[in-house]
């Protein structure tokens, strides 16, 4: 029998999730002659008449889709189902229009590539369906549950990595604090990984409460000894201070390395720019550790299919690609381990974290 498997990325977009489109498409064709049929925009192609999608042609899935950043698919962090935002303001539950325009394309089950919200979602929109649902975790924030690394991730953490490169020389050129703003929803993945990576003096992270004293002094001590810049990374949620910003703002999203700028810059006498990386993170064409993760991941989900098996996702675990049960991965969130790897690498290398250790 022919398998007719869908495809849709949904959530923020990131480096990695054309190349997971790809290797999904490429197994299916090869492995198995299925045929794929992507959705457009997520959830959103759903619900056009007749549905926004397109019958993926093996031929076109050369190499130079998995270099591309964003998703040829596009994707949207706005198409809950079951909350749908409506032009006047009020939210409807559109699921079942959904459903229909699922089961109008004939697919036998759908990979969903999306983070742990969009996941949890496309699992409670098929569930009355009966159709085989296998999840791919991609998100920049890498805050997926059981999985060590999130399609995506990699890419975030470089760019961040080289902002900081970039920021280092202007720094030290003007004897600046340089504050570099990086994305992560609720969780500091991003920051602390590029704080070590990229060198820097200070991170602050949300997972770790920080008072701007300690940070003041640790940047006051390095200029006692004539280390005159500093490169202080923060966490877009990393407001947990005992001096975060105004909490009526619209945090976690925008605000606090401007903030901590002007705060570093007035306590300490010295000079300080803020930059905001925002989306550059997610628009980058994806590293090679991304790329491989995506095809690793998209290759094993469709075998999950040819397998029988559902309600899954694949993920990364002790550099082997798994499958854990989705029930387990959402309503959780995995966020930096205060205790872990990252944040004891970064204490052992003398980068200041704003607290007592
Ligand atoms: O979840 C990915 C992410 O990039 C977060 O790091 C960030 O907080 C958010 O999405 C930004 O969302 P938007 O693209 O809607 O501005």
């Known amino acids: 029998m ?12 990131c480096g990695g999730l054309n190349a997971a489109i790809r290797a999904v498409a490429l197994r299916a064709h090869h492995g198995f002659g299925w045929t794929t ?5 997520g959830t959103l192609g759903l619900l056009k008449r007749p549905v926004d999608a397109l019958e993926i042609d093996p031929n076109r899935l050369e190499g130079a889709l998995a270099r591309q950043g964003g998703t040829f ?17 009020s939210v409807k539950d559109r699921s079942a229009e959904m459903l229909d325009g699922i089961r109008s394309l004939g697919i036998d ?4 590539v999306g983070g742990d919200g969009s996941l949890a979602i496309l699992r409670r929109l098929l569930a009355p369906s009966g159709l085989a649902f296998i999840g791919i975790p991609k998100t920049i924030d890498n805050d ?8 995506g991730h990699a890419t975030a953490v470089s760019i961040a990595t080289e902002a900081l ?9 003007h004897e600046r604090i340089m504050v570099l703003e990086v994305m992560g929803r609720d969780a500091g993945h991003i920051a602390i990984a590029a704080a070590i990576a990229g060198c820097a003096d200070v991170v602050l992270i949300p997972e770790v409460r920080w008072h701007l004293d300690r940070v003041v002094a640790h940047i006051a001590g390095q200029r006692a000894t004539r280390r005159m810049s500093s490169l202080v990374v923060v966490a877009e949620a990393a407001g947990d201070s005992d001096e975060s910003p105004d909490p009526a703002s619209d945090a976690p999203h925008h605000g606090i390395g401007e903030w901590l700028a002007r705060r570093l810059a007035k306590a300490t006498g010295a000079d300080a720019r803020a930059t905001v990386l925002g989306h550059v993170q997610r628009g980058a064409m994806p590293t090679a550790e991304d790329r491989l993760l ?3 991941l998209g290759v094993r989900a469709v075998d999950l299919l040819a397998e029988g098996k559902a309600d899954r996702m694949v993920a990364w675990q002790n550099r082997q690609v798994v499958d854990v049960p989705l029930e387990s991965v959402v309503g959780r969130s995995r966020t930096v381990d205060p ?12 980068i200041c974290l704003g607290d007592a250790a």
């Open 339 to 350: 205790d872990g790897t990252l944040v004891r690498t970064a204490r052992g290398l003398g």
């Open 144 to 151: 997926v549950a059981d999985t060590e690394r999130a399609i």
């Open 109 to 112: 089950a759908l990979v969903g």
């Open 294 to 296: 995506a095809s690793a």
């Open 165 to 173: 490169d970039r920021l280092q020389p202007t720094g030290a050129s």
């Open 2 to 13: 022919t398998k007719r498997i869908g495809i849709l990325t949904s959530g923020g977009d």
């Open 73 to 89: 698919l596009g994707s949207t962090n706005h198409g809950n189902p079951f909350a749908f935002p409506m032009p006047d303001g």
């Open 37 to 41: 049929v992507g959705m457009r925009y």
